[in-house]
């Protein structure tokens, strides 16, 4: 385990591209539940995630930490802003394969973030995408720096509510304890796509897929499953 001794906290923009795919292709795909319970290589997932990164590095709600010492970057958080006008969540993400199209199944399994807009008082979301801490810097709290950050961000930009998917069951308690909601929980194993299950029946894994959301600007909302 590395030893952090000063670490500086940054808005993401589209210079530090390079370095959020290396720290990316690094160390998220091999560890992160569903791309590994849907069995989708690095590959796979860089092909899903570039476009999505590229956009929202642009948006002012991207942030990561640095390791002053080495000026390594050690963490990112990857969100977008969606508008009721502007929001496409999933456009950059063409599926071609099986794997990639069963990730968007898994992720279309919940409600998406869009359906937050059948609320008319819902005029701007905060879509927490990624969350990626380098292993070597891991449980010091490093995330939740990182949420607080685009939490700020999102409610300075007038975000109403927080909304993000989460498989980890460690990580969803976590989100919890921020104060997130769950809208709806999906069994992995029980998803479909094309009559084939995106992972085999055999695999009696019980890893569910969780949307959250969280009211960041007070109000009164109305959301599809009951809070
Ligand atoms: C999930 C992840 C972002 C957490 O980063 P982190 O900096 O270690 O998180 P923090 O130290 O801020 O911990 C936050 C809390 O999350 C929970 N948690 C996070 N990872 C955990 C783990 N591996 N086991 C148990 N609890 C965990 C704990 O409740 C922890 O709080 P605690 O240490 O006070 O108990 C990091 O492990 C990671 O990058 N994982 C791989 C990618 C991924 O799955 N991202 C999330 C989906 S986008």
Redesign the pocket.
């Known amino acids: 385990m590395e030893k952090v001794s000063d670490i500086s906290l940054h808005v993401l923009t589209s210079d530090d591209f390079d370095d959020v795919m290396q720290l990316m292709r690094r ?2 795909y091999a ?4 791309t590994n319970v849907v069995g989708c290589s690095d590959d796979v997932m860089d092909a899903m995630t570039t476009a999505v990164i590229q956009n929202d590095l642009e948006n002012g709600v991207c942030f990561g930490l640095r390791d002053l010492k080495t000026k390594k970057l050690i ?1 990112v958080k990857i969100c977008s802003i969606l508008t009721r006008d502007t929001h496409h969540p999933l456009e950059p993400v063409k599926p071609e394969t099986f794997k990639q199209k069963a990730i968007l199944a898994v992720a279309q399994s919940v409600p998406p973030p869009e359906s937050l807009f059948d609320d008319p008082n819902i005029e701007k979301i905060l879509y ?8 070597d ?11 607080e950050a685009c939490e700020r961000a999102g409610i300075e930009k007038g975000c109403q509510v927080f909304y ?1 998917q ?3 069951k ?2 969803l ?2 989100m919890i ?1 921020k104060g997130c909601h769950v809208l709806q929980s999906t069994k992995i194993n029980e998803i479909s796509l094309d009559g084939q299950p995106v992972i085999p029946k055999s695999d009696s894994s019980d890893f569910s897929i969780s949307a959250l959301v969280k009211i960041l600007i007070p109000g009164t909302y109305k959301f599809k499953s009951s809070l």
Not at 128 to 135: I, T
Not at 137 to 147: E, F, K
């Open positions: 160390t998220f560890r992160e539940v569903v963490a927490g995408r990624f969350s990626n801490v380098d292993p810097y891991t449980r010091r709290g490093l995330s939740n720096i990182l949420h993000s989460v498989g980890d460690a990580l308690g976590n304890n």
